[in-house]
């Protein structure tokens, strides 16, 4: 094998056959595992564990609830968060870099304006506020993005690697296939993407589904992103990482269902099912959950399931 983050690099090369099959997941650690030394020291433990081939760091940094955001119009009350209300999660990116240094990617999760808007004052009102007046809504959301941009800047200087961007709002049941979506959640989450896909070596684009499913992924093919990451399931259709892969024009990650065989079999069924998903993976493919697993997923499973991609080969 060669170190971890030629390994993952590697993928973006599609001149050459992939000849080492790449694996990681993701789950939240408990609270006091979300700041400081301690944050950092069980990433590491999660990373070297399980085997995974890179760090990805879990954004724990909540934002809080704003109750005077009431109406629409309210949203230009949201406060413009700086670098100093970033500096707990900064403090473990910093930690994790020094830590890892070359053996392998650091990438951080970076959720969309859309998605913290939705922390800011609930999923469903930031959804109602849009629909109503999306002029005013648009302003928080700008707002957000505006610091986010602070946090993604000084995140790259630190010396990240790349992000694992995202994205909600485009869900069938949502506002997937409006213009809404194009005008209130898109542009915000382009802003941000264009600007690690500039300055960053690997980003993967995550289409998350944890709210809602979706039955069409038009809106998203033009994101940036080195990498795809999404559920399979598309409406009433089950896609193939094949599909996926070629729907985008990029590696594909994924395979296992975050809440399937990963998080509720044996070792042993986890192999086998890493065994049967194989076969039938895209040209470039990287191993993983659709979503972030289940935080009492056995770490067991997770190395079962790394191990047996490291030992696998893709069809050819």
Request: with cysteine; charged share 25%; proline share 5%.
């Amino acid at each position: 094998m060669k170190n971890r983050r030629e390994a993952v690099l590697s993928l973006l090369d599609a001149s050459k056959p992939q000849e080492y099959v790449p694996a990681a997941f993701f789950l939240h650690f408990d609270p006091q595992y979300h700041r400081g030394r301690a944050a950092v020291e069980k990433h590491m433990e999660f990373f070297r564990y399980t085997g995974m081939d890179f760090v990805k760091i879990q954004f724990e940094l909540p934002f809080p609830r704003h109750p005077e955001i009431r109406r629409p119009e309210d949203w230009a009350k949201m406060p413009l968060y700086g670098k100093e209300f970033y500096r707990p999660q900064l403090e473990v990116v910093e930690g994790l870099i020094r830590e890892v240094g070359r053996e392998a990617l650091v990438l951080l999760t970076l959720y969309s304006p859309f998605m913290l808007a939705g922390e800011t004052v609930g999923a469903e009102m930031v959804e109602a506020h849009i629909r109503e007046n999306p002029e005013a809504a648009k302003r928080g959301i700008g707002i957000i993005a505006e610091s986010l941009m602070i946090f993604v800047r000084e995140c790259i200087r630190l010396g990240v690697d790349g992000f694992y961007h995202s994205t909600q709002g485009g869900e069938a049941s949502r506002l997937g296939g409006s213009r809404l979506f194009e005008e209130c959640v898109k542009p915000f989450d382009l802003l941000l993407m264009n600007e690690i896909n500039r300055s960053c070596v690997f980003n993967i684009l995550h289409i998350c589904d944890y709210h809602a499913g979706y039955d069409d992924l038009t809106s998203f093919l033009d994101y940036p992103g080195h990498v795809v990451n999404c559920s399979l399931h598309l409406g009433d259709r089950m896609l193939t990482p094949q599909e996926v892969s070629a729907m985008f024009g990029r590696p594909f990650m994924g395979g296992l269902e975050r809440k399937g065989i990963i998080a509720t079999g044996t070792s042993d069924e986890v192999a086998r099912a890493v065994t049967d998903v194989l076969p039938q993976a895209s040209a470039r493919f990287i191993l993983g959950a659709d979503c972030t697993v289940p935080g009492d997923t056995d770490w067991d499973n997770l190395r079962a399931a790394i191990a047996t991609a490291h030992n696998g080969r893709l069809a050819a």
